[in-house]
């Protein structure tokens, strides 16, 4: 049974930090890429706020460059986003994502096939 389940969400103060982890079981892990996707409130679901490869490398995009960090663990089949200097626009609900081919458009990545998907997890910024 495939399992995506992200933890770590929570509230906290524009400045704050929060680090997001993503669990992944029942497929091999290191055969996807994996990404972390945010839904705010009233809005569709972005691009990703990073990509972490299979092969290495890591894409962001510039809304979250310098702010958003993530990381791969091929051992624990984890991969964590690091947020600093968050802002109240951060708040959303953060999914983790694994699937194999990254596209890329108007400055944002995205998965062109539907991999797996995690449920979800809220972060929630106060001003």
């Known amino acids: 049974e495939v399992q995506v389940v992200e933890s770590g969400g929570g509230l906290v103060q524009a400045g704050g930090s929060l680090r997001l982890s993503c669990a992944a079981s029942?497929?091999?892990?290191?055969?996807?890429?994996i990404g972390w996707f945010r839904q705010a409130p009233g809005k569709l679901r972005e691009g990703a706020s990073c990509i972490t490869t299979n092969d290495g490398n890591t894409y962001y995009p510039d809304s979250v460059k310098g702010r958003f960090t993530c990381s791969r663990d091929d051992v624990k089949n984890t991969v964590y986003l690091q947020m600093i200097a968050l802002e109240p626009e951060d708040t959303a609900v953060y999914y983790c994502?694994?699937?194999?081919?990254?596209?890329?458009?108007?400055?944002?990545?995205?998965?062109?096939?539907?991999?797996?998907w995690g449920q979800g997890t809220q972060v929630t910024v106060s001003s």
């Open positions: 029942g497929f091999t892990f290191d055969d996807y890429n």
């Open positions: 994502a694994a699937g194999k081919r990254i596209t890329y458009w108007s400055g944002n990545y995205y998965f062109e096939d539907d991999g797996y």
